[in-house]
T-cell receptor, first 111, second 114 residues
Framework: GENVEQHPSTLSVQEGDSAVIKCTYS??????FPWYKQELGKGPQLIID?????GEKKDQRIAVTLNKTAKHFSLHITETQPEDSAVYFC??????????FGSGTKLNVKP | NAGVTQTPKFQVLKTGQSMTLQCAQD?????MSWYRQDPGMGLRLIHY???????DQGEVPNGYNVSRSTTEDFPLRLLSAAPSQTSVYFC?????????????FGPGTRLTVT
């Protein structure tokens, strides 16, 4: 099956700085890559996603890039704010039924 | 809409006991799934369903059963609880199984098996 690796496991940044989280996947058939934000005591919530026919997607302060050749994709958060503090998960799917998640990145934005 | 609801929020079981985790959605979503979340391991897919009467195994199905008799409900059954099943369980749903659509997660059930 698919194997998704995520780095770093923890990330601490100063408010206003940028944060980058990276994921790699193993199955070249994977074609959909969502990112989720999980706040304490809650379920994950989709923040942005990208399909394999697109190299980059942006939504305000959040962007995702995909390199199919290298099988890696990244989440970029600019102008970080304290409310961005949470655990972020990447995932990969090749048929929209089975999703494989990374191990998560705990982002701490210091005021 | 209530979205995806899960009950109970917390549960403590003894080894060997059985129980059912409930999941319901009121969005008429076709696809539903169950995940377990363990520290440092992200979310792992247990079982999923692409419609009423149709279920399939995910990454870690052993020790769990599911059924989908209605579009709204997707219960997860633990047949004989083991300490290794101590985890946080999330149910999720999405509109379509054949095209990209957002997965909505429930608030989770924290299960402890002693």
């Amino acid at each position: 099956g698919e194997n998704v690796e995520q780095h770093p496991s923890t990330l601490s940044v100063q408010e206003g700085d940028s944060a980058v989280i990276k994921c790699t996947y193993s199955d070249s058939a994977s074609n959909y890559f969502p990112w989720y934000k999980q706040e304490l005591g809650k379920g994950p919530q989709l923040i942005i996603d990208i399909r394999s026919n697109v190299g980059e997607k942006k939504d305000q302060r959040i962007a995702v890039t995909l390199n199919k050749t290298a099988k890696h994709f990244s989440l970029h958060i600019t102008e970080t704010q304290p409310e961005d503090s949470a655990v972020y998960f990447c995932a990969a799917s090749y048929n929209f039924n089975k999703f494989y998640f990374g191990s998560g990145t705990k982002l701490n934005v210091k005021p | 809409n209530a979205g995806v609801t899960q009950t109970p929020k917390f549960q403590v079981l003894k080894t060997g006991q059985s129980m059912t985790l409930q999941c319901a959605q009121d969005m008429n979503h076709e696809y539903m799934s169950w995940y377990r979340q363990d520290p440092g391991m992200g979310l792992r897919l247990i079982h999923y369903s692409v419609g009423a009467g149709i279920t399939d195994q995910g990454e870690v199905p052993n020790g769990y059963n599911v059924s989908r008799s209605t579009t709204e409900d997707f219960p997860l059954r633990l047949l004989s609880a083991a300490p290794s099943q101590t985890s946080v369980y999330f149910c999720a749903s999405s509109y379509s199984r054949v095209k990209v659509s957002e997965q909505y997660f429930g608030p989770g059930t924290r299960l402890t098996v002693t």
